[in-house]
């Protein structure tokens, strides 16, 4: 936390005095307070009253402030009304390697509740909450309504990332009408599918798994050839090695990787 001073501005002074005395007992009129607070602080900087430094200050302190007072707020037994959207404010993003348009397209159209939970490390607790987004680049690419153990939840129980692990959650009850419902926003086609069966012991077995579709396969669809594509990227890169921007090897470099993500799955896939 920055240093404040009798320099800074009296909202930043006054959101820095609500954060050092806050406690459970006055947590309720603190956030109230610093709700206000906030609100003056954009008022002045969309007039050009208070810099961006000083908004800066009044943004962090104010996080700072909903944090405590949601962490005060877990010992009581009954959330006010005014506290409920603080879980919801401040639960982290998880971004998910999927469109919602394309696999889960009714969870966006008519908010329908599906079953979502992690997959792995069941025997550890969830320490985060979590709303997930996809990859598309549209903002209703979200999850964030789940279902809970009594009610509805805005929230995810998830676990902490860990660099370099990947991280899986299960979406289930789909079932094949989302997959014909799905379309391609943001040109995400159709997803890797694993048919898996149950054996008579009771174990299971994977199948059959179908491929997903291709970058080359989507831009077909809306009338861009592959091929021609590669063609007039070879020709863009003979002429420019000819004109020595760049060398031969960074030439077959450059288009090793063009081929490669045209012809690669249209999701993210890890470096092999």
Same mark, same amino acid.
């Given at each position: 936390?920055?240093?404040?001073?009798?320099?800074?501005?009296?909202?930043?002074?006054?959101?820095?005095?609500?954060?050092?005395?806050?406690?459970?007992?006055?947590?309720?009129?603190?956030?109230?307070?610093?709700?206000?607070?906030?609100?003056?602080?954009?008022?002045?900087?969309?007039?050009?009253?208070?810099?961006?430094?000083?908004?800066?200050?009044?943004?962090?302190?104010?996080?700072?402030?909903?944090?405590?007072?949601?962490?005060?707020?877990?010992?009581?037994?009954?959330?006010?009304?005014?506290?409920?959207?603080?879980?919801?404010?401040?639960?982290?993003?998880?971004?998910?390697?999927?469109?919602?348009?394309?696999?889960?397209?009714?969870?966006?159209?008519?908010?329908?509740?599906?079953?979502?939970?992690?997959?792995?490390?069941?025997?550890?607790?969830?320490?985060?909450?979590?709303?997930?987004?996809?990859?598309?680049?549209?903002?209703?690419?979200?999850?964030?309504?789940?279902?809970?153990?009594?009610?509805?939840?805005?929230?995810?129980? &998830?676990?902490?990332? %860990? =660099?370099?692990?990947?991280? $899986?959650?299960?979406?289930?009850?789909?079932?094949? *009408?989302? +997959?014909?419902?799905?379309?391609?926003?943001?040109?995400?086609?159709?997803?890797?599918?694993?048919?898996?069966?149950?054996?008579?012991?009771?174990?299971?077995?994977?199948?059959?798994?179908?491929?997903?579709?291709?970058?080359?396969?989507?831009?077909?669809?809306?009338?861009?050839?592959?091929?021609?594509?590669?063609?007039?990227?070879?020709?863009?890169?003979?002429?420019?090695?000819?004109?020595?921007?760049?060398? &031969?090897?960074?030439? %077959? =470099?450059?288009?090793?990787? $063009?081929?490669?993500?045209?012809?690669?799955?249209? *999701?993210? +896939?890890?470096?092999?």
């Amino acid at each position: 936390m920055h240093k404040i001073t009798p320099k800074d501005h009296e909202l930043v002074r006054e959101l820095h005095e609500l954060y050092k005395h806050l406690n459970q007992r006055n947590m309720h009129e603190a956030w109230h307070d610093a709700q206000q607070l906030r609100e003056e602080a954009l008022d002045l900087f969309s007039l050009g009253m208070v810099d961006l430094r000083t908004r800066a200050l009044v943004e962090r302190l104010y996080w700072s402030i909903a944090y405590e007072v949601m962490e005060l707020s877990k010992d009581l037994k009954h959330l006010p009304d005014e506290l409920k959207p603080l879980p919801k404010m401040l639960a982290d993003k998880y971004f998910c390697n999927f469109s919602l348009f394309q696999s889960l397209p009714d969870a966006w159209a008519i908010d329908q509740l599906f079953p979502i939970m992690p997959i792995q490390r069941l025997n550890e607790k969830p320490t985060k909450e979590a709303t997930l987004q996809d990859i598309t680049c549209d903002s209703d690419g979200k999850i964030d309504h789940f279902i809970g153990t009594r009610t509805f939840s805005s929230t995810l129980p &998830v676990h902490q990332i %860990k =660099e370099g692990h990947p991280y $899986y959650l299960g979406v289930f009850m789909i079932g094949a *009408y989302q +997959e014909i419902l799905g379309d391609l926003h943001n040109l995400f086609g159709d997803t890797n599918v694993a048919h898996v069966v149950i054996t008579p012991d009771g174990g299971y077995e994977i199948e059959k798994v179908i491929d997903g579709e291709l970058v080359a396969d989507v831009l077909d669809y809306v009338q861009f050839v592959p091929k021609k594509l590669v063609r007039t990227m070879e020709s863009w890169v003979s002429a420019s090695v000819k004109e020595g921007k760049i060398t &031969v090897k960074e030439g %077959k =470099e450059f288009l090793a990787i $063009y081929r490669s993500g045209l012809y690669g799955y249209t *999701y993210l +896939e890890a470096p092999e």
